[in-house]
């Protein structure tokens, strides 16, 4: 049950982390804290970066996904950029594939019971995890695993002793667990099980540091106590934020319909970037964008000065399609999109409309957004064909549009970016 595997790692705060950092250690800091969250904690993390310098040795960057879904969109990207800058640096990035745990269901953020996935589910979505983040990740330096490997070998005796490691108040302190609790909403003893197996993967790993959105450090806490509790040194945490889908509201989700996929055709994804608001597309540069710091700043104090937001846009658009696809379908991105939207002449400073009531009818939509006056007007309008949305005539008078950043034109001169929220 003990999976020290040989002798524990020299603990932090020795003698090899008193030294003044090197510059090397300064930016490899500077590389972990940009756009993050939290860093837990930061005094060891620079511990265990000058210790990897003195030694040579590469340190274990731990992140894990469970397969709910056989898609990624560019919320999940955010945790794996990050990844990719401490690879880059030399570092062994460990992607584990929890298929055990996914079979539990983690109930993070969530006020009712999360139902578990089938065998069969599992192992569809993991198919496609793996190379969808190596579109992100080094293939070639990648190490991938499946808890499945360590987990399933405890058994019901593994299992038990594990859970006599952790306390029912200690769980009670979790907030969504404190939520339900105290709305008296059910809590099933199986979803204690989950972060206590989160956190054996760290044991069976022996991770330097864990990686993962908010919403998930109880658990890499409880991955850090275990393996202080087996002897070995405990890991560091590094949460990075969740990334605001489409509409800048509500956090990325395929079920809110306000994502951008990876896998999805250039054209699409580089005009739902486009879509994004000026406010929002900073967000976007610094949690999803490679340039420096130092470069948004330049670009950003640009369009604060005058430069066109859409340059800038345009930008992040080609960074991201080039990315998951290519350089030459990025331009041929840019190309459709510019003889979609600017030959239509449809001005750079149309205004900004937020609404609510996603799925909302167009016909609605257009009223509410001020384009015509009423939803008679707005009908009229359609079956006219003078309705276009994303540059594309709306022929369905009964179209509903989801949650989302969209823009809305009426005949050739009245036009919107309206933002839709649920």
Known sequence: MNRTDGAV???????????????????????????????LVASEWQAKLQRSEATGQPLRIKLGLDPTAPDLHLGHTVVLNKMRQLQDLGHTVIFLIGDFTAMIGDPSGRNS?????????????????????????????????????????????????????????????????????????????????????????????????????????????????????????????????LLEGLDGVDKMSKSKGNYVGISEPPGDMFGKLMSISDELMW??????????????ARLKAECASGRN?????????????????????AEQALADFEARF???????????????????????????????????????NIEQGGVRVDGDKVDDRGLKLAAGTYVVQVGKRRFARVTLGA
């Open 9 to 39: 790692a020299p603990r932090v705060g020795s003698e090899v982390a008193a030294a003044a950092p090197s510059d090397r250690v300064l930016e490899a800091l500077a590389v972990s804290r940009r756009g993050c969250d939290e860093l």
């Open 113 to 241: 019971t999360r139902p578990p996935l089938t065998r069969e589910q599992i192992e569809e979505n993991a198919r496609t995890y793996f190379n969808q983040a190596s579109l992100v990740l080094d293939r070639e330096r990648t190490e991938i695993r499946y808890n499945s490997e360590w987990s399933d070998p405890l058994g019901a005796r593994g299992m038990i002793q594990l859970a006599s490691r952790y306390t029912v108040a200690r769980m009670m302190e979790r907030d969504d667990f404190s939520r339900r609790f105290k709305g008296g909403v059910p809590i099933s003893v199986h979803e204690f099980l989950y972060p206590l197996m989160q956190g054996y993967d760290s044991v069976a790993l022996r991770s330097d540091i864990e990686l993962g959105g908010t919403d998930q450090k109880f658990n890499l806490l409880v991955g850090r106590e275990l393996q202080r509790e087996m002897g070995q040194e405990p890991q560091c945490i590094l949460t990075m934020p």
């Open 342 to 380: 600017r030959a239509g002449a449809i001005p750079d400073d149309i205004a900004e409309v937020t609404l609510g009531g996603a799925p909302l009818a167009i016909a609605t939509l257009l009223k509410q957004a001020g384009l015509v006056s009423s939803t008679s007007e707005a009908i009229r």
């Open 309 to 329: 937001p859409r340059d800038a846009k345009v930008m992040l658009g080609q960074e991201i399609v080039t990315r998951f696809h290519s350089a030459s379908a």
């Open 283 to 296: 967000r976007y540069f610094e949690l999803l964008s490679f340039r420096s710091l130092d470069e948004i």
